[in-house]
């Protein structure tokens, strides 16, 4: 099966961005669809955002506001969320998921990566 293998995240002050990426672990990543979720303290599960496997975005979570945009790079097996301007509210694990099937709020992938942490400091 397919493993996810997340990096990118870290400590940052508020305004600057972050580049999460997962990578797959073979072009197997490439044909199912893409989302990130991220989970913190009392929010529980939250989808940030979602793509298909024809590489285009179907869903931004509404805290988003443009500041973020999510893309693959098929020839690495590799999917990204750019995050911009991030916020104190951004701060939790960051978990890349992929599914055979389309990816919604309360329907999650099979494939689940181990999760980066990100916090933002105010």
């Known amino acids: 099966q397919v493993q996810l293998q997340e990096s990118g995240g870290g400590p940052v002050q508020t305004g600057e961005s972050l580049r999460l990426s997962c990578l797959g672990s073979d072009s197997t990543f490439n044909s199912l669809w893409g989302a990130w979720f991220r989970q913190s303290p009392g929010k529980g599960r939250e989808l940030v955002a979602a793509?298909?496997?024809?590489?285009?975005?179907?869903f931004y979570g509404n805290f988003v506001g443009g500041r973020f945009t999510i893309s693959r790079d098929n020839s690495k097996n590799i999917m990204y969320l750019q995050m911009n301007g991030l916020k104190p509210e951004d701060s939790a694990t960051y978990y890349c998921n992929a599914g055979t099937r389309r990816i919604s709020p309360h329907d999650g992938g099979e494939y689940w990566g181990q999760g980066t942490p990100v916090t933002v400091s105010s």
């Open positions: 793509i298909s496997y024809t590489n285009t975005p179907t």
